[in-house]
């Protein structure tokens, strides 16, 4: 099983303000991540799935690219909503997590 | 409505045991595999626990394999985690989940998780 490490662990912008989230796999997993939003206090909500593919209901600002072994989540402005902690995941491994937090 | 909800969660000591229920409604319950997720405190998530669709195939994390077991009761749309000699470590949320059709699909549907808390 792949480990999936997320960078920046921690990352402060502002509302308005473009987010870039990355994960890398230790090895390839060719196409198949995908990504969550958590809030505090609630279940993790599915945002991205095969890696660039929107879930139902997720707003276009939400997207994601990338395969093989790294992948990015872009918020391409942030809405005061955004502000939560975001995890990768394949198969049986999620990342650590990155906390998107107001500047 | 698609949903899931958890029961099961409490206080519980070191090396006892408890069994988590997660029940379905709103999709074809048999259709699709599932799995349990847990939090800890303050911490990410962590996959822990996973079933196919009918029942066949399981999978558990190393932390908890030999001491937690997943079933599930299709005629009952309900999915089970059977916990078993529980550490101060499996102090957690557990969450349910739905997993999404193919490899890359995620988990689509999550309940809002049972409170698992061992402590003397």
């Known amino acids: 099983e792949s480990v999936l490490t997320q960078s920046p662990a921690t990352l402060s912008l502002s509302p308005g303000e473009r987010a870039t989230l990355s994960c890398r796999a230790s090895q390839s997993v060719s196409s198949y991540l995908a990504w969550y939003q958590q809030k505090p206090g609630q279940a993790p909500r599915l945002l991205i799935y095969d890696a660039s593919n929107r879930a139902t209901g997720i707003p276009a600002r939400f997207s994601g690219s990338g395969s093989g072994t790294d992948f990015t989540l872009t918020i391409s402005s942030l809405e005061p909503e955004d502000f939560a902690v975001y995890y990768c995941q394949q198969g049986r491994t999620f990342g650590g997590g990155t906390k998107v937090e107001i500047k | 409505e698609v949903q899931l909800v958890e029961s099961g969660g409490g206080l519980v000591q070191p090396g006892g045991s408890l069994r988590l229920s997660c029940a379905a409604s709103g999709f074809t319950f048999s259709s699709y595999a599932m799995s349990w997720v847990r939090q800890a405190p303050g911490k990410g998530l962590e996959w822990v626990s996973f079933i196919s669709g009918r029942g066949i195939s399981t999978d558990h994390a190393d932390s908890v394999k030999g001491r937690f077991i997943i079933s599930r009761d299709n005629s009952k749309n309900t999915l089970y985690l059977q916990v078993n000699s529980l550490r101060a470590e499996d102090t957690a949320v557990y969450y349910c989940?739905?997993?999404?059709?193919?490899?890359?699909?995620?988990?689509?549907?999550w309940g809002k998780g049972t409170t698992v808390t061992v402590s003397s």
């Open positions: 989940a739905k997993e999404g059709l193919g490899s890359g699909r995620g988990m689509d549907v």
